[in-house]
């Protein structure tokens, strides 16, 4: 079965630094990763996706995301953080089952860029 | 493109009520769809998933039943609600077919059961 991992239940970074958010999984066979952030009483908004080829993977409102088989992770960056930026934010993984069911989500990050 | 409604946003309800809240898509045919919980503001409980009209997969025990009575169309019920239904819904649709695809999320809907 697959899993997914949010070390940090909150980060906090000043504005204008970067910011990173980490994430590991655990999948077997080839693993599909996916980053969502959500705004109070939102859904989620799809950020980005890896799939498979460049390691480096960049989606939308600036952030990227780095994906590391040796050490099974994906963590979500941005090179200067926005005050915008401070949401959840969660990491997710597909089931490779083949089913319908297909993402399994961590536990979320709260994210919160100081002015 | 493609968007997904939800509706009521919010909702406040006396235990033992029923439930109904509703989701649809447009702009695409024979979507995957998705009903999730969201307790406390954080991790996500998958409740349901289809993959086409009348094929429901119910992922946990629970007095909740969802229905797809139309291609684009997504419903969340409960005969009698219970306090412990209180949370936020979110629905939720992707592609079908086999490439590896994202969820989109409706808005949600905030339910309290008092």
């Known amino acids: 079965a697959q899993s997914v991992a949010q070390p940090e239940d909150q980060v906090n970074v000043a504005e204008g630094n970067p910011l990173t958010v980490k994430c590991t999984y655990s999948?077997?066979?080839?693993?599909?990763l996916f980053w969502y952030v959500q705004y109070p009483n939102r859904g989620l908004q799809f950020l980005l996706k890896?799939?498979?080829?460049?390691?480096l993977v960049k989606g939308s409102y600036g952030f990227e995301a780095e994906f590391n088989k040796s050490q099974t992770s994906f963590h979500l960056k941005k090179p200067s953080a926005l005050v915008s930026d401070s949401a959840l934010y969660f990491c997710a993984v597909r089931d490779n089952s083949g089913s319908a069911r297909q993402l399994t989500f961590g536990s979320g990050t709260q994210l919160t860029v100081l002015p | 493109s493609q968007t997904i409604h939800q509706w009521p946003a919010t909702l406040v309800q006396p235990v033992g009520s029923p439930l109904s809240l509703e989701c649809t898509v447009e702009?695409?045919?024979?979507?995957?769809l998705y009903w999730y919980r969201q307790a406390a503001g954080r991790g996500l409980q998958l409740l349901f998933y289809?993959?086409?009209?009348?094929?429901i997969s119910s992922e946990v025990p629970q007095n909740l039943s969802a229905s797809r009575p139309q291609d684009r169309q997504f419903i969340l019920s409960s005969k009698k609600l219970l306090l412990s239904d209180s949370g936020f819904y979110l629905c939720?649709?992707?592609?079908?077919?086999?490439?590896?695809?994202?969820?989109?999320f409706g808005p949600g809907t905030r339910l309290t059961v008092t």
């Open positions: 939720a649709w992707s592609w079908s077919g086999t490439g590896i695809y994202e969820q989109y």
């Open positions: 890896y799939i498979t080829g460049d390691n």
């Open positions: 289809s993959v086409g009209i009348g094929q």
């Open positions: 999948v077997s066979g080839n693993p599909y």
């Open positions: 702009g695409t045919s024979n979507p995957n």
